[in-house]
């Protein structure tokens, strides 16, 4: 913007353009702006962790894991156990011992339940590093041995993504309302100033002031407003971003689950683009209605 | 040169022949003035001076017929340029139209601002013309504290601060004393001699007459006398 109005205010701006309520309506978006980023965010992070734990994660439940296998030599067990061993997209097998299989049964049947007598399943632990589901593992270890039953957390995983997937756009719409919204305030607020100053503005464009330094003068002064809601609002929802963190620290992963809450990195990087976004839309929004007036004129 | 050609001002649906007439502010306007011309305006209250006025300064559009300022069709300009005409057109409105929360002194600068002119020259113009205007001493008022003379000063210190091209002023005089009245002719005559075209509206004849020159007459949107 040119230097033109270095010296004054001639379109006297400094009583258009409500400097209170202008920043509280935007202020008020880039709150709401704030938590719709952040949950956006927060789905994303938890889905992420959620999807890398639960989807790689295969249990193997083989009944009378010591009875003969059906195709081969040895046991049902170290049948499967050589299928896995051989079966690609399949890694880090191991067998439970006994202890870590009665610690899983304790609250259900009590500290001696290796002592009951009890047919108990062999449990064999591994990730699935394939694509897709393990259907083809599961065909093969009903084959070597009938009854083994493989659980995957590909299905969760995949609501999970869904649910994700849905919440990120419930977000991405917010912020399109949101953003929306702020410009039809910043809008209405424009044209407010214009009807407040129109005789200046009349002045100043009949003296020779072009559109563009008419249009530049109004959207300096919505950027600035707009500018400093924005950064109020983030500012405001900070806290409140630190509350729900805490909130959800539960669900985030041991890293988070103690200590004070605090907010991803991501989240950080995020935020000082909403009081940018508020004032590149405010700057924006001024210019297009100002011109659109300013062609109105002779 | 400024020419009018066939120029019609209506507020009614020029479209429409029987309503055209009714609702012309202008009928069939056309004139030239050269380079460097002098023209009064003269007419009745009502005749549209003001509203031919305006369309020299570029304040409104012709509803049919053709104008030229300064060799230029104002139809054929875009936005910027427009805005560039305007800047060499100086206007003293009938009403003044200055902007009431800047001082006398921002009033005058401001079209020199707007046409980038350095500030050292803006301070010295500025200053040099309200001087000349006898509004020395009240370089820093804001206009809601002067008289309605000394705000048409000021009007007419801001349309000839710039030397423009083209004077356009409607009714110039209307607040002033004679000997003002006087002075500011011999600064627009000044301005002639220096090569600015002039069209004053006004419906002082006593100023016309002490003033001779080429004189358009209007009454009722018709031009009836053209020197």
């Given at each position: ?126 990730n699935w590093t394939g694509a897709g589901p393990p259907d083809a593992v599961a065909a093969a270890l009903a084959r070597v041995a009938p009854g083994t039953l493989l659980s995957s957390g590909t299905l969760w995983a995949a609501r999970v993504a869904a ?136 | ?159 000839v601060v710039g030397r423009p091209k083209l004077l356009v002023a409607d009714e110039p005089t209307g607040n002033l004393d004679d000997e003002q009245a006087e002075r500011l002719m011999m600064l627009i ?39």
């Amino acid at each position: 913007m040119i230097n033109l109005f270095a010296r004054d205010d001639p379109l006297g701006l400094r009583w258009a353009l409500a400097d209170r309520l202008l920043p509280l309506l935007v202020g008020a978006m880039s709150f709401i702006a704030a938590l719709a980023v952040a949950g956006c965010l927060a789905a994303a992070s938890l889905a992420g962790q959620w999807q890398g734990d639960g989807a790689s994660a295969l249990t193997i439940q083989i009944p009378d894991p010591q009875a003969a296998a059906a195709i081969g030599p040895g046991s049902r067990l170290t049948a499967v156990l050589g299928l896995l061993g051989g079966a690609p997209g399949i890694a880090a097998t191991r067998p439970l011992s006994a202890e870590e299989i009665n610690a899983l049964l304790t609250p259900w049947l009590g500290a001696d339940a290796g002592a009951l007598g009890l047919p108990v399943p062999a449990i064999i632990t591994a990730n699935w590093t394939g694509a897709g589901p393990p259907d083809a593992v599961a065909a093969a270890l009903a084959r070597v041995a009938p009854g083994t039953l493989l659980s995957s957390g590909t299905l969760w995983a995949a609501r999970v993504a869904a649910l994700t997937g849905s919440l990120q756009t419930c977000a991405a719409a917010v912020l399109i309302i949101v953003a929306g919204i702020a410009a039809a305030i910043i809008a209405i607020a424009t044209r407010a100033g214009l009807a407040q100053r129109r005789e200046e503005v009349v002045i100043i464009h009949s003296l020779g002031a072009l559109d563009a330094d008419i249009a530049g003068r109004f959207a300096d002064r919505a950027t600035r407003l707009a500018g400093v809601g924005g950064v109020a609002g983030t500012l405001v929802a900070l806290p409140v971003l630190l509350w729900l963190a805490a909130l959800a620290a539960p669900f985030a992963g041991p890293a988070q689950a103690s200590g004070l809450p605090h907010l991803s990195a991501a989240l950080w990087a995020v935020l000082p683009f909403l009081p940018i976004s508020a004032a590149l839309i405010g700057w924006g929004t001024a210019q297009i209605t100002v011109r659109g007036w300013l062609r109105g004129l002779a | 040169m400024v020419s009018f050609d066939g120029v019609w001002l209506s507020y009614g649906n020029l479209a429409r022949p029987d309503s055209a007439a009714a609702d012309s502010v202008l009928s069939d306007v056309s004139f030239e003035i050269q380079d460097g011309g002098f023209r009064w305006l003269t007419g009745p209250s009502g005749a549209g001076k003001t509203s031919l006025l305006r369309l020299i300064y570029l304040g409104g559009r012709p509803s049919r017929g053709r104008v030229e300022l300064l060799g230029l069709d104002p139809e054929r300009l875009r936005a910027r340029e427009r805005a560039m005409l305007r800047r060499r057109i100086g206007v003293v409105y009938q009403d003044f139209r200055l902007l009431g929360h800047l001082s006398a002194y921002e009033n005058v600068a401001l079209p020199m601002r707007l046409a980038h002119r350095p500030e050292a020259k803006i301070k010295a113009d500025a200053t040099e013309i309200l001087h000349w205007v006898g509004l020395g001493a009240k370089l820093d008022s804001l206009p809601g504290a002067l008289s309605g003379g000394e705000q048409q000063r000021i009007a007419i210190a801001r349309a000839v601060v710039g030397r423009p091209k083209l004077l356009v002023a409607d009714e110039p005089t209307g607040n002033l004393d004679d000997e003002q009245a006087e002075r500011l002719m011999m600064l627009i005559t000044a301005l002639n001699r220096l090569g600015t075209t002039v069209v004053i509206g006004t419906h002082n004849l006593g100023l016309v007459a002490r003033h001779p020159a080429p004189r358009f007459e209007l009454a009722a949107g018709r031009l009836t006398r053209h020197d």
